[in-house]
């Protein structure tokens, strides 16, 4: 494991998920690793994903099939490497022939069973609804497909802790102000609060996603080598509007597609909207007609009906897509590039421009493997076959019967949420103790000091927000006073590992 010098082999701007994982394979590599984030791990874009692993079932449509196949093997990787954070997920699909006929989605079904190896997921299959569902009534035909479901948030964090285990220096709340090249390194000068300090790197990756192109000018002072194209993707949260454990994938009479996904038991996740966006990243913000489209679709479809009123959440997040063309939002590519910038004798400079979350392991390793020619020491790929921390098991059910069996006294709805959230991490959590009281003071709905602590000093969460919308979503569950309170609670505590 290298250790943290002040020269390290690699210096990552950005802490959300290409950002990460590129830290995380390059630590293993055996390479000296530094990752500087502004603001929390997954602090913008990596956490207001849909949550889904998928292969993207509408790029089909615009003939992306490699995109596609290689989201796919993803798919299955991440399902396998973090089974306690991921699942699978059935969707089903109504019938809308007005929008697009059963032959036409029925071959791009059979193109998304076939196009990969498929060993966790079952086939699609044709379905009738029933006449009491939860669908309007005239809706009674459609399809049902596989796709995995992600906790995105956590999945950035979970990857950092690899990252750490293998050495890298992972710095949250720490920007990069300045970096420059210096006969064959980099010096960048980096600031945490009111402290600045110096790292020297021998080369640096620009993977700040929505923030990828302004780096260029405002800390690199150059041009950048290609603009990207921010499209805003807005999500409600509702009461759950259907029962079951299936998501829905409904057709918008605009061509687009929708996702009602079941989310955290009691509630339902709703989006995605595409919007050009042209302001700061960091002020995305859902608008009054986003919320009325996602509406709009759920009440077309669902006997529910759901109104502004009932939304109890809603995020927003900037998508730095490749600026391909000047087409819709929702056709631009969700591909990714790398840019390297390495003139003879000087320290090379990567950027990551696009990606998606399915896909971030693979865009990592081709960063690293790009990367490899600088540094002939480096290992080979390697993450393909590794489990992220807490996701060192086979079976998630039987991982819970087995916290059951040795924490019999933890709540079934605390048990299931550990076994959920950190998988084999959870024993770390409760270990020495013996009943509730030993997880320390109720902070709010089922967050105990235990848990708090321990996410405070192994996952770098500083505040309230850090620990009840990224590290969980228990933000859902707790009243304005219990923020308050769990605020009071972490000004006492000043841990933050490194």
């Not at 943290?4 to 000296?32: E, F, S």
């Not at 019999?408 to 959590?429: K, N, V």
């Not at 308050?484 to 505590?493: S, Y």
Request: glycine share 8%; net charge neutral; proline share 6%.
């Amino acid at each position: 494991m290298p250790a943290v010098t002040d020269i390290q082999d690699l210096v990552v701007i950005g802490g959300g998920i290409n950002g990460v994982g590129i830290a995380l394979d390059a630590a293993g590599r055996g390479l000296g690793v530094t990752l500087c984030e502004m603001g929390d791990l997954a602090s913008a874009t990596s956490s207001r994903s849909s949550k889904l692993a998928h292969g993207g079932l509408r790029y089909l449509e615009q003939g992306a099939f490699r995109l596609v196949r290689e989201a796919l093997d993803e798919r299955e990787i991440l399902l396998r490497n973090a089974p306690h954070i991921s699942r699978p997920l059935r969707f089903r699909l109504p019938l809308n022939p007005a929008l697009r006929p059963a032959w036409q989605i029925r071959a791009g079904l059979f193109l998304y069973d076939h196009l990969a190896r498929r060993h966790r997921l079952p086939p699609s299959r044709a379905l009738q609804f029933p006449p009491d569902g939860p669908l309007q009534a005239d809706f009674h035909r459609g399809f049902e497909y596989a796709d995995g479901w992600v906790d995105d948030a956590r999945l950035v964090v979970l990857i950092a802790m690899a990252a750490r285990r293998h050495g890298a220096e992972i710095l949250p709340r720490t920007r990069c102000i300045g970096a420059r090249r210096h006969n064959d390194l980099w010096q960048l000068t980096l600031q945490q609060g009111e402290r600045r300090f110096e790292r020297q790197a021998r080369a640096l990756v620009n993977a700040a996603g929505p923030w990828v192109s302004r780096l260029f000018p405002e800390v690199l002072h150059k041009s950048a080598p290609r603009p990207i194209r921010m499209v805003k993707g807005s999500h409600i949260v509702v009461p759950r509007i259907h029962p079951g454990d299936e998501a829905y994938i409904l057709q918008h009479d605009d061509g687009r597609i929708v996702f009602v996904i079941p989310y955290e038991d009691r509630f339902s996740l709703i989006g995605t909207t595409d919007v050009d966006y042209d302001g700061d990243p960091a002020d995305a913000a859902i608008s009054a007609a986003e919320i009325d489209y996602l509406l709009a679709v759920v009440n077309r479809y669902f006997r529910v009906q759901t109104a502004p009123g009932d939304l109890v959440w809603h995020y927003a997040g900037i998508r730095p897509l490749m600026a391909e063309s000047s087409g819709s939002a929702q056709s631009a590519s969700r591909d990714y590039s790398l840019v390297l910038d390495a003139p003879a004798g000087a320290p090379p400079l990567l950027s990551v421009f696009g990606g998606k979350l399915t896909t971030y392991r693979r865009l990592a390793e081709s960063a690293c493997n790009r990367l490899r020619a600088f540094f002939p020491g480096a290992g080979p790929a390697w993450t393909r076959h590794a489990p992220l921390p807490g996701g060192d098991f086979e079976d998630l059910a039987i991982f819970e019967q087995a916290l059951t069996r040795d924490y019999s006294w933890l709540p079934e709805t605390l048990r299931h949420r550990f076994a959920r959230s950190y998988g084999t991490l959870s024993r770390q959590i409760l270990a020495g103790c013996e009943n509730l009281d030993g997880l320390g003071e109720r902070l709010g709905a089922d967050l105990y000091a235990g848990e708090a602590d321990y996410l405070i000093q192994q996952e770098w969460a500083c505040c309230a927000e850090d620990i009840l919308w990224r590290r969980s979503k228990l933000g859902l569950r707790f009243t304005p006073a219990e923020v308050a309170r769990l605020e009071a609670w972490i000004a006492t505590r000043s841990a933050m590992p490194s």
